[in-house]
């Protein structure tokens, strides 16, 4: 059998073969409106909802304002409307169109769309299988960041926090955090030294919308991605509302705040500034072992985003964010204002930072159908940690340019996407271990250049492949190439089956993505054998394949949809972070065994117009060759199972509640695995007229938590300390409070 990357070329040139000039095989009649919706100056409409009748499905035009909808035979009038743009009706000749949505004014009615997607749904229109979760989908968990974001996603894990630093790990087809992607707009962006703390760094009511892409990205988002990417799509300076505020509290002694306020919006774009703040004010320690479940700390947080239509198609977008994220954990004794004299184990960290991130780009007159973009993004970043009488700090500087043009081809549909890619990198890391010893410095330049480019091609009704590949040299790890693959298949019946393949590489930053680790007394070893290269390790590369089915039906008494979802990845070389060995943690690179496999599947019903329901199941196996031998991925559960309830009884009420199964998980230094058990969620809330929100839950509902959380939590300054192993909950039942004003 060839490898996976040959495999994937070989089927490119196949599929390619049948594209060039003449007549091609699987060409058939196919009737499809292609088109943009725009507003009277010229800019993009977003998620404008059109659909034929009779017959016709409803579909949406995506963040160019772009769309493309199958024809029915006998259909002749086209619905069009957005929220805050008067409907319109329109009866098409052609087979492109050019659409201005007119603002409502005056006593200009919105128009309300009943054919909406349900929040939270599978995207049907994406190539990729594509998880959509917007505002509301948010507003039923108690959400304050992006990793807190996935209280009703049964598809995403998100691992427990730990009691030092209360991070969480966002993980995706059974693979580590680190192989999910991450980006803003899709504009990708790197964890970098921020590690876990990134999603923590993104509060969840600055949000509009989160995309999941489950499976290998396309060769257009980057070299990595070998899980998939996450992308965050912020509230718009120039069309969200006046003023938006959401305060948050729970019985933890945490408090939030935050804060959207467009200050300046026109007919040509605007600017909005985005302020968040919060602090967790109590010491807690329930299994009164003498050290805290999670950490003191607080958060300053805030960002200025700006869109300007410049005209003849043209955009600009800026955006520019700085925060201060500060933690104290571990002794309840410990005084983050006095670390030297401290004989247990206390924590401290702090991370900070800067981002400016700007996009440019242009449609071309003459056409509707031809752009090019440059995004770009600078910055700083600082993460210092000092666990124990460990010390850490990492600190990067940064520049992305990648300049992207897009044109469709003929009128079938077909297009091609093509760019470039420059990054360069400035990382200083620094490791002090308990014990004294000199400074371990790594200082760290980066530099990386490349091309990718991308073709989407309709190859008969309902058949859309998209083939890429990436090409880049990297001034540590030479040339690279990353092939992608990605088929979406409609029958007649609105079945969707999709299929995602390709290669991916992954660039080690040991430090930075295992910190957690760092958590304990343990000596760290660094087996590296390549001095020429970071760390002495080699980078990671594996491959992806991962395919699903989808569909939506009707039964009564409502409508409802199913995915099945499978898949299989292979890391052909793989960084290990190794803990198995008692008072070690080792980096080291393994060969050829990094494997993770599994299905899951989730059901989506509505009974009634008050009441949607969702089941699902998720089985997922991890692997990796440790130097102890082939084991599964420590603290990750192979079985997962989920049951959620959303009720609208009327007047502004809506009572949602979740149940989560754990199944167990291999605790790392043996055999030993944690008990299975259950999480259940539940949340009330009140809104007014669409102005106000006040919401009560209760998380853990039955009260369930792990009781030992740290191992040996007397010998702080031993090789024994741990305070890494967290499987489950650290507290019992947790009570919160939300308000929420929209003006």
Known sequence: MLPLPRLILTIQGFLLAFLLPGKTVFAQPERTLRGIVRNPEGNAVENAVLIFQPGGQPGWSDANGKFRLAWPPKAEMLLIGASGYLRDTLFPKEDSLSIILIPISGTGKEVTVTENKNPGQIDFRNASLNLQI????????????????FETSPLVDVSFPDPVSGIRQIQLMGLSGKYTGYSVENQLVKQGTAGSYYASLIPGPWLQSIQVQKGIAPAAAGPGLLAGQINSNYLKADTSDKLILNQFASQMGRLESNLVLPIRKSTAGGTALFLHGN???????????????????????????????????????????????????????????????????????????????????????????????????????????????NQLQLEEKWLHIDPVFQADIGKKGN???????????????????????????????????????????????????????????????????SPRLHIRF??????????????????????????????????????????????????????SMNFSLTQNYRILPGKGSILLEGFANRISRQVIAD?????????????????????????????????????????????????????????????????????????????????????????????????????????????????????????????????????????????????????????GRMLYLNFRLVL
Not at 288 to 308: A, C, K, T, V
Not at 499 to 520: C, K, M, Q, V
Request: net charge positive; with cysteine; hydrophobic share 35%.
């Open 490 to 543: 409609e029958n007649t019946n609105g079945a969707v089956f999709r299929l995602a393949a390709g290669r991916s590489w992954h660039d080690p930053e040991i430090f930075a993505e295992n910190l957690t680790y760092f958590y304990s007394g343990r000596v760290v070893e660094i087996i590296g054998k390549q001095n020429n290269l970071p760390y002495g390790l080699a980078p990671e590369s594996g491959e």
């Open 279 to 389: 602090a967790s004010l109590m010491n807690m320690d329930v299994n009164q072992d003498g050290y805290r479940e999670l950490p003191l700390g607080r958060q300053i947080n805030g960002m200025l985003r700006s869109h300007h239509a410049m005209g003849s198609g043209g955009v600009l977008q800026l955006s520019l964010q700085t925060y201060l994220d500060e933690r104290t954990g571990g002794d309840l004794k410990f005084n983050d204002r006095n670390p030297a004299g401290f004989n247990g184990f206390g924590f401290f960290s702090r991370v900070s930072g800067m981002e400016l991130n700007g996009k440019a780009g242009k449609v071309f007159s003459g056409t509707e159908y031809l752009s090019a973009g440059i995004p770009w993004s600078a910055g700083w970043r600082q993460n210092e940690q000092l666990p124990g009488r």
């Open 579 to 731: 803990a198995e060995t008692p008072g070690k943690l080792q980096f080291y690179n393994a060969e050829n065994y990094g494997r993770s496999g599994g299905f899951a599947v989730q059901l989506d019903q509505k009974a009634g117009r008050k009441t949607s329901v969702r089941l699902a199941y998720r089985y997922a196996e991890s692997w990796s060759a440790f130097a102890k031998g082939k084991l599964s991925q420590p603290l990750w559960s192979f079985h997962r199972a989920f049951a959620f309830i959303d009720f609208l009884p009327g007047r502004g009420y809506a009572i949602n509640g979740g149940i989560q199964f754990h199944g167990q998980k291999r605790l790392y230094g043996g055999n030993e695995k944690s008990p299975a058990f259950p999480l259940i969620n539940i949340q009330l809330s009140k809104e007014w007229k669409k102005h106000y929100e006040v919401s009560a839950g209760m998380e853990n509902l039955l009260g369930y938590r792990q009781k030992v959380l740290i191992n040996a939590p007397d010998q702080a300054l031993s090789t024994e300390f741990d305070a890494a192993r967290v499987w489950g909950p650290a507290f």
């Open 134 to 149: 917007d505002r509301t989908e948010m507003r039923k968990a108690a959400c304050c960041n992006l990793s807190e974001s």
């Open 415 to 481: 297009g091609i996407k093509a760019g470039l890619n420059y990054s360069a990198r400035q990382r200083q890391e620094k490791l002090r271990q308990a014990g004294g010893g000199p400074m371990r410095q790594f200082n760290i330049e980066e530099q990386s250049a490349g091309i990718f480019a991308e073709g989407s091609f309709i190859l008969f009704p309902g058949f859309l492949l998209i083939a890429g590949n990436r090409i880049e040299h990297h001034n540590y790890y030479g040339w690279r190439y």
